[in-house]
């Protein structure tokens, strides 16, 4: 028993103490959580506009007099659906790989291209999220806005989308837990978040357990505790409807 | 009143689903300025469309209208803009939820109007100051009853300083003893010389306040007069039928 403590301990400091190791972890949760956070940011401003563009198609393609407006609209409706077939349809790792090797070849900023990469992956699931809370938002809202004279982009910008973000709030919470542990694959273009950070930790000890279990209680700590941030966030939005 | 022509209304048609549903069949009327119309008729007679249509909520499908003598269902015309000089007052009031109530009075005058958010609020307090409602101001809408609601949506449209009012049924969705403190609003509008075009299953405004009442059914407009002449000599079989439902 008192051999298993002492290997155990020998092992931590091994992997965890030496050389300062454990800066390969704090320094790799940096970088997940900068990907993670600015990733979402752009999944919710490309998914805003996403979901205007198709919830908006889908509400007018029958009404719209026919003209400039309704081919680009139409156009625009188009692109978002092969966006959306794309990004949805391919592994994100393959998605990372693309834009690393290919598109952004001649750059080195890892972490700027794998959070535009994850940001780009999230907006297609974001946008899906944002256009139910548009579609859930009550009509008689719109009518409303538009009664007083907003233009149609000025009546989904100050009064549906903040009503339908309010309402799809957890789902996005949610997004960002779904991403975090997703930017574990980020390792595989060289970028060093945490999960890379506990392999490289491993490639130079030779000793896997302490550091990969060491990123798994990271991850599930992380996950836990914003899951638990998302449920209170739930119950406010909630007592604050009535 | 005067005889000045706010709106006109010219073999207004709204059809639905290619013409299976004429919600609108051919309705044509003037509404002068200052003018109270009282807008009544069976379920599904085409009221909320015909309302609806003139300020472009609804997409007429035939016929035009003219307010301050501009053609708005002209395709090339910025109907926003006409809006603004349109109040509409839903059946289901429609604040916006996510604003403070002083928010809702302010947010379009500021944004559409380009005035100050200090003299928007000055003058939303004016007008909540008579409905009663200044004290509520900074508060969101939920905790109130209906007819608050409903006091501060006419007090919402109010703020853009319109030239006239649409109501689709403001009181419909009001516990009975709230409907008066709504109707009793609107009457005070209706003396400060608001032209006014209301839905409303309400006989007793339509008589007291309305210098005109449209009888509509099956999407046609079937007689119009004073209230008096309406209601105490219907012509039209379907006016003496509705009438000896509702009075
Ligand atoms: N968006 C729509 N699509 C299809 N049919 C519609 C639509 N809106 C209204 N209609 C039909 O048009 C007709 C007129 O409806 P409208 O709502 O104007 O009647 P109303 O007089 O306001 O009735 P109520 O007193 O019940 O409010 C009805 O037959 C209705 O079913
Ligand atoms: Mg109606």
């Known amino acids: 028993m008192s051999d298993w403590f002492a290997k155990l301990q020998q092992d931590f400091v091994l992997n965890f103490v030496s050389d300062n190791r454990w800066k390969y972890l704090t320094s790799g949760l940096a970088n997940t959580l900068k990907i993670t956070f600015f990733a979402v940011l752009i999944g919710i401003a490309l998914g805003v506009v996403i979901a205007i563009v198709r919830s908006t198609w889908d509400k007018n393609k029958e009404t719209m007099r026919p003209g400039l407006g309704k081919v680009l609209l139409g156009v625009g409706n188009a692109l978002c659906q092969i966006y959306l077939t794309v990004i949805r349809g391919t592994p994100v790792l393959v998605q990372l790989m693309i834009i690393y090797y290919i598109i952004f070849a001649s750059s080195n900023n890892g972490v700027l291209i794998a959070t535009l990469a994850f940001g780009i992956n999230s907006g297609a699931y974001v946008a899906e999220i944002i256009r139910g809370g548009i579609m859930s938002t009550d009509n008689g809202q719109f009518e409303a806005g538009r009664s007083l004279g907003f233009n149609y982009v000025q009546t989904m910008w100050y009064i549906v989308i903040p009503q339908a973000l309010k309402s799809v709030l957890p789902a996005l919470a949610n997004e960002f837990i779904v991403l975090l542990k997703e930017t574990s694959v980020a390792g595989y273009v060289a970028i060093r978040d945490l999960t890379k950070g506990g392999d490289i930790i491993r490639g130079v000890t030779y000793s896997p357990f302490l550091p990969l279990i060491a990123v798994a209680l990271i991850y599930l700590v992380m996950v836990m505790f914003f899951t638990w941030l998302v449920g209170r966030l739930e119950r406010r939005l909630r007592s604050s409807d009535h | ?247």
């Open chain 2, 1 to 247: 009143m005067t005889t000045e022509k706010l709106i006109q209304v010219k073999d207004l048609q709204k059809h639905f689903k290619g013409g299976e549903i004429k919600a609108l069949d051919g309705v044509t009327t003037d509404i002068h300025r200052g003018e109270v119309v009282v807008v009544i008729g069976p379920s599904g007679s085409g009221k909320s469309t015909f309302l609806r249509c003139l300020n472009l909520l609804e997409l007429p499908t035939g016929g035009t209208i003219t307010f301050e003598g501009t053609d708005i269902t002209d395709p090339h015309c910025n109907i926003n803009l006409h809006r603004q000089k349109m109040g509409m007052v839903f059946q289901h009031f429609n604040l916006f939820p996510h604003m403070t109530l002083l928010k809702n009075m302010t947010i379009a005058p500021v944004k559409l109007l380009k005035k100050s958010q200090a003299d928007a609020e000055k003058k939303a307090m004016e007008l909540l100051e008579r409905v009663g409602l200044a004290d509520r101001a900074g508060a969101y809408h939920s905790p109130l009853s209906g007819g608050q609601k409903q006091r501060l949506a006419i007090v919402r449209a109010l703020c853009m300083e319109p030239d006239v009012m649409l109501f689709d049924e403001p009181t419909s969705a009001l516990d009975p003893e709230m409907v008066g403190e709504v109707l009793d609003v609107m009457k005070q509008l209706a003396r400060d010389g608001m032209t006014m075009v209301v839905v409303t299953h309400e006989m007793g405004f339509a008589r007291e306040v309305g210098d005109r009442v449209l009888f509509m059914a099956d999407g046609k407009l079937i007689e119009e007069g004073s209230p008096y002449k309406l209601f105490t000599n219907p012509q039209s079989p379907r006016l003496q039928d509705f009438l000896g439902k509702v009075l």
